[in-house]
């Protein structure tokens, strides 16, 4: 049995983030066109679309593979007032299925490392129009020499996770100029991110309390908090702004 699903079902977000840092990465951006063609790439749930969707006049195509997840993000546009502007897709962000040049703004919150980060650096480039920009938020390690326990946490569950100048070398190695970074706030990790999921947990716990397999994947969860908990001063979400030079 996995759960994965019901577990995330229905949070506010499938990543660590927050409207504010949506919106202070966007103010980075100079020279935007008065309708940007943007492609939100993994939405989940759309919380960070729907703030872009009120800060643009532009058109948002959203992506992402787990159909729930954009029958809600659908959902909360029509409440926001936003539905007009959105346009919730199926669709892998290991085959964007776009003509090259498409957008002027590709946004990614917590996603890319599905593709990896230098990968979806390099991929997505061909699918900016010349100026456009790349915005994503990425896993990071925050300090050298992280202690035993939490360096092989995150060696297990995201191996490919780098020092915030390992990555800004990548982006200026694949093309880009970089236009700024900043680490995401600890309160972006819990308002919308891990005191919804540990109450979940919590409810899913006593639902499945004699199925092994499902408690096992409620631990994995749990632990994963656990480990912010402790180490939280290490890693954490970095947002990079980048352009097509």
């Given at each position: 049995m996995n759960i994965f699903f019901e577990i995330h079902q229905n949070l506010p977000r499938e990543?660590?983030?927050?409207?504010?840092?949506?919106?202070?990465?966007?103010?980075?951006?100079?020279?935007v066109p008065p309708q940007p063609k943007i492609l939100d790439i993994g939405c989940g749930p759309g919380m960070q679309t729907i703030e872009l969707a009120k800060l643009t006049d532009g058109q948002i195509i959203a992506v992402d593979t787990h159909q729930p997840f954009l029958d809600e993000l659908q959902r909360r546009a029509l409440a926001e007032g936003v539905s007009d502007t959105i346009n919730p897709l199926n669709q892998s962000m290991l085959s964007l299925d776009f003509a090259p040049h498409s957008f002027d703004i590709l946004w990614s919150e917590g996603a890319i490392y599905i593709i990896g980060f230098e990968t979806g650096l390099k991929s997505w480039q061909t699918l900016l129009k010349t100026g456009g920009y790349l915005v994503v938020s990425e896993l990071c390690w925050l300090q050298p020499n992280p202690p035993t326990e939490v360096k092989q946490f995150w060696q297990t569950?995201?191996?490919?996770?780098?020092?915030?100048?390992?990555?800004?070398?990548?982006?200026?190695?694949?093309?880009?100029r970089q236009i700024g970074h900043f680490v995401l706030p600890e309160s972006s990790w819990w308002d919308n991110y891990y005191t919804p999921l540990k109450k979940r947990l919590e409810n899913l716990r006593q639902k499945y309390s004699d199925e092994p397999q499902a408690?096992?994947?409620?631990?994995?969860?749990?632990?994963?908090?656990e480990i912010y908990q402790k180490y939280s001063d290490w890693y954490g979400y970095v947002f990079y702004i980048m352009q097509v030079q």
């Amino acid at each position: 049995m996995n759960i994965f699903f019901e577990i995330h079902q229905n949070l506010p977000r499938e990543a660590p983030g927050d409207n504010a840092s949506t919106r202070q990465a966007f103010s980075l951006l100079t020279n935007v066109p008065p309708q940007p063609k943007i492609l939100d790439i993994g939405c989940g749930p759309g919380m960070q679309t729907i703030e872009l969707a009120k800060l643009t006049d532009g058109q948002i195509i959203a992506v992402d593979t787990h159909q729930p997840f954009l029958d809600e993000l659908q959902r909360r546009a029509l409440a926001e007032g936003v539905s007009d502007t959105i346009n919730p897709l199926n669709q892998s962000m290991l085959s964007l299925d776009f003509a090259p040049h498409s957008f002027d703004i590709l946004w990614s919150e917590g996603a890319i490392y599905i593709i990896g980060f230098e990968t979806g650096l390099k991929s997505w480039q061909t699918l900016l129009k010349t100026g456009g920009y790349l915005v994503v938020s990425e896993l990071c390690w925050l300090q050298p020499n992280p202690p035993t326990e939490v360096k092989q946490f995150w060696q297990t569950n995201y191996p490919d996770m780098k020092a915030i100048d390992d990555n800004l070398q990548l982006i200026e190695a694949s093309g880009y100029r970089q236009i700024g970074h900043f680490v995401l706030p600890e309160s972006s990790w819990w308002d919308n991110y891990y005191t919804p999921l540990k109450k979940r947990l919590e409810n899913l716990r006593q639902k499945y309390s004699d199925e092994p397999q499902a408690n096992q994947d409620i631990d994995n969860e749990l632990q994963e908090i656990e480990i912010y908990q402790k180490y939280s001063d290490w890693y954490g979400y970095v947002f990079y702004i980048m352009q097509v030079q």
